[in-house]
């Protein structure tokens, strides 16, 4: 069975940086597709970026773009999610998820926003906690 551990969320200030990691076990990074997914107090989980099983392609949802970048290290079978410039409405709990192959992936989008559904994705961590304040 898969699972997904976060890990490096915290405060930071507006305009600062955090670097958010998702360590998967119980599979190999080839055959998931990973997203990145938030959740706010009282708002719905929102898609902000997702990375393909072959590690090529890379999309990005409209508050993630420019400023956010996932990637990942086959040799830890980690994912990564550097966020630059936060802001405040970037506040949230982050979570990371995985799908199989199988039953989809994170294709192309050709430049276009990314908007990812949670329930495409079958295996979830617990979260992690980024607050962005003064």
């Known amino acids: 069975q898969l699972q997904l551990v976060e890990s490096g969320g915290g405060l930071v200030q507006p305009g600062g940086s955090l670097r958010l990691s998702c360590a998967v076990s119980?599979?190999?990074?080839?055959?998931?597709?990973v997203a990145w997914f938030r959740q706010a107090p009282g708002k719905e989980r929102e898609g902000v970026s997702c990375i393909h099983s072959g590690g090529g392609n890379t999309n990005y949802g409209d508050s993630a773009k420019g400023r956010f970048t996932i990637s990942r290290d086959i040799a830890t079978n980690t994912v990564y999610l550097q966020m630059n410039s936060l802001k405040p409405e970037d506040t949230a709990v982050y979570y990371c998820a995985a799908v199989h192959i199988t039953l989809k992936d994170c294709y192309p989008t050709f430049g276009s926003v990314w908007h990812g559904k949670s329930s495409d994705f079958a295996s979830w961590g617990q979260g992690t906690q980024v607050t962005v304040s003064s």
């Open positions: 119980g599979g190999s990074l080839d055959y998931y597709g």
